[in-house]
């Protein structure tokens, strides 16, 4: 239980507790230190990992060798690789720590077998991919709806210290423009 927070206590409240010992024998703890790669693209990781301490950037690298930040994820946040979770394939993103991380993973096969024969692992796993996919959907519509600009005063207004703790050119990418445009999006809205 040690391992676990508030919210994660929560999340597992329901599940009886002859279940939870099989349960927790699913969660590896890894530290990540800064820079350090947690995982790489063309990597198989059927792993859903849960941020307990850090940040996280998960990117691409075009044929130019430029990454772009596709998600960042921290504190109380599920991440995993889309490709991995939903279609077990290879890593297609570089998940890597934007400053020294603490998290949970979870094997994403097991944790699947083991729900199969408990119902509220069953809920468990279908909330945690809820969470992941929906973040995946605001992403999207994000990038449709809003203008670059829009996208950095709602992050900013959301999680202010996020913005405080990404270096600009992976928050640029993250928004989907140069660091120079981002560097005049603060300049405007600070006037």
């Known amino acids: 239980?040690?391992?676990?927070?508030?919210?994660?206590?929560d999340l597992i409240k329901d599940i009886p507790k002859t279940d939870l010992t099989n349960f927790f024998g699913l969660f590896?703890?890894?530290?990540?230190?800064k820079n350090e790669v947690y995982?790489?693209?063309?990597?198989?990781?059927?792993?859903?990992?849960?941020?307990?301490?850090?940040?996280?950037?998960?990117?691409?690298t075009d044929s130019k060798g430029e990454e772009k930040t596709i998600f960042f994820r921290w504190e109380k946040e599920f991440g995993a690789d889309p490709d991995c979770l939903i279609h077990k394939k290879p890593a297609r993103?570089?998940?890597?720590?934007?400053?020294?991380?603490?998290?949970?993973?979870?094997?994403?096969?097991?944790?699947?077998?083991l729900s199969k024969r408990n119902a509220a692992l069953l809920k468990l796993r279908i909330v945690t991919n809820q969470k992941i996919l929906y973040?995946?959907?605001?992403?999207?519509?994000?990038?449709?709806?809003?203008?670059?600009?829009?996208?950095?005063?709602?992050?900013?207004?959301?999680?202010?210290d996020l913005c405080e703790?990404?270096?600009?050119?992976?928050?640029?990418?993250?928004?989907?423009?140069?660091?120079?445009?981002?560097s005049r999006i603060k300049k405007r809205l600070e006037n």
């Open 93 to 113: 993103l570089t998940w890597i720590a934007v400053e020294d991380s603490d998290i949970l993973e979870i094997d994403m096969l097991k944790f699947q077998e």
């Open 1 to 9: 239980m040690e391992i676990l927070d508030n919210f994660l206590i």
């Open 28 to 33: 590896k703890k890894v530290k990540i230190k």
């Open 135 to 160: 973040r995946l959907y605001e992403r999207l519509e994000s990038f449709i709806i809003n203008t670059p600009e829009e996208r950095f005063i709602q992050l900013q207004s959301t999680y202010h």
């Open 39 to 60: 995982f790489s693209e063309g990597k198989q990781h059927f792993k859903i990992f849960y941020i307990k301490k850090g940040l996280l950037r998960g990117f691409y």
């Open 165 to 182: 703790r990404i270096p600009d050119k992976h928050l640029a990418s993250f928004l989907g423009i140069t660091p120079v445009s981002l």
